[in-house]
């Protein structure tokens, strides 16, 4: 049996056209007459693909149940990763294609949380910061402070971002993960 539209918010996994789904922002709407619809930004959890639907209650929607366990990234074999199961120890694998977004975060022993679907491990989340070693960037010099300027960083990842200028190398600094930005010195 299928969810009323009503009931649809945003972070709600739901199954519709037999495609899994994230609502990423919905807008409800109820015109005069007729019946009411809703305006949803869709992504698909697989591909990770923003579509826009219109949703009427007449559409078969599910809601889906997605897992969350806690994983650690072990390592790469060519273009599988290798994660850990914290509470069953079991290796969990899956392919890059997957997670492209979040690849340029993965480094040793990195605790994250494990998105399953029936059982099966589709995607990954990430905290919302994480602590990286800057490993290349130009020296600093006294009295460079944070209103001066920015410079750009290359972290322990393979990332690159911008730091104050009072950074060094071998520091280790704060990355907000949705933004990819300095939040401060670990």
């Known amino acids: 049996m299928g969810i009323p539209i009503g009931s649809l918010k945003p972070g709600m996994n739901i199954i519709y056209n037999e495609t899994l789904f994230t609502i ?10 007729g019946s009411a619809f809703c305006r949803a930004k869709l992504k698909n959890v697989k591909t990770s693909q923003i579509i826009e639907y219109t949703l009427r209650d007449s559409d078969k929607i599910e809601e889906a149940f997605i897992e969350k366990r806690k994983l650690q990234y072990s390592y790469t074999q060519e273009q599988i990763y290798h994660f850990l199961d914290l509470e069953t120890y079991d290796d969990l694998i899956i392919d890059e294609s997957k997670i492209e977004d979040r690849i340029i975060w993965l480094k040793d022993n990195l605790e994250l949380t494990g998105l399953f679907y029936d059982n099966k491990l589709i995607n990954l989340e990430l905290p919302l910061s994480l602590n990286l070693k800057v490993t290349e960037t130009q020296p600093g010099f006294r009295g460079n402070t ?22 060094n190398t071998g520091e280790i600094i704060k990355i907000d993960t949705r933004t990819k930005e300095y939040l401060g010195r670990a």
């Open 146 to 167: 944070v209103k001066m300027g920015t410079k750009s960083a290359t972290l322990e990842t393979g990332l690159i971002v911008n730091v104050p200028l009072f950074i």
């Open 24 to 33: 990423v922002g919905c807008e409800h709407a109820k015109l005069g007459r």
